[in-house]
């Protein structure tokens, strides 16, 4: 994502609003999601808009180390996080 996602979106963020679209393998209504979000943040926060920009690509995770080395994404107190197991 270009900078102007970055302005007033926090990583932490950035994952709340990707994670229902994750769920959904739905990567294209995330990366709206980031955009929508992001404009609305710049309109609240600014006259002006910086460029914004954003990919998104869900990555597939193998499921043999998925279920060996990694919980899936996880909420707690809601947030979403990616847990790893046996530290």
């Keep these: 994502a270009s900078d102007g996602v970055w302005e007033f979106i926090s990583n932490e963020e950035a994952a709340n609003i990707i994670m229902p679209h994750y769920l959904n393998n739905s990567a294209e209504k995330a990366a709206e999601a980031?955009?929508?979000?992001?404009?609305?943040r710049?309109?609240?926060e600014d006259s002006s808009i910086d460029d914004i920009t954003c990919i998104i690509i869900f990555l597939s995770i193998d499921p043999v180390l998925s279920k060996n080395?990694?919980?899936n994404f996880i909420k707690i107190e809601g947030?979403?996080?990616?847990g790893v197991l046996g530290r």
């Excluded at 980031?34 to 609305?40: A, G, R």
């Design 34 to 40: 980031i955009i929508k979000e992001s404009i609305k």
């Design 42 to 44: 710049w309109q609240e």
């Design 69 to 71: 080395k990694f919980e």
């Design 79 to 82: 947030r979403w996080g990616f």
